[in-house]
């Protein structure tokens, strides 16, 4: 994750100040005891967080992320069947993909497959 950073600041992705942030961050997260990391992780507040996205919602979306660098997938290819959507009120689930995109899929219910969602 270190190389990871360098990367990206070398690359202007992100600035020295956040880079020097999350490695600090990350060096004090090794230093921690394994009972002290369980109550950090469902801790908003720990990195910054409050007032935005619940854990559930960020396990949610770091799923989907997770899910998406390891299909190595194409930008026109549909969405892994292991990704997990949205119920709507119609019943039927929905995922936008990549997020963000504007793309929307829906869930066949008889083969689990993401078909695109023609609105």
Do not use: H
């Amino acid at each position: 994750m270190k190389s990871d950073l360098t990367s990206r600041f070398m690359n202007n992705e992100i600035k020295k100040d956040t880079r020097e942030k999350i490695l600090l961050v990350i060096d004090e997260l090794i230093a921690a005891p394994a009972e002290q990391i369980q109550i950090i992780a469902l801790d908003d507040g720990y990195f910054g967080l409050e007032g935005t996205i619940d854990s559930s919602e960020r396990s949610a979306l770091l799923e989907e992320e997770m899910a998406m660098r390891d299909s190595d997938m194409s930008p026109d290819s549909n969405p892994s069947i292991d990704l997990q959507g949205s119920v709507a009120e119609d019943g039927y689930e929905y995922i936008e993909f990549p997020a963000n995109s504007g793309v929307w899929f829906i869930r066949d219910s008889t083969t689990r497959q993401w078909m695109v969602w023609e609105q």
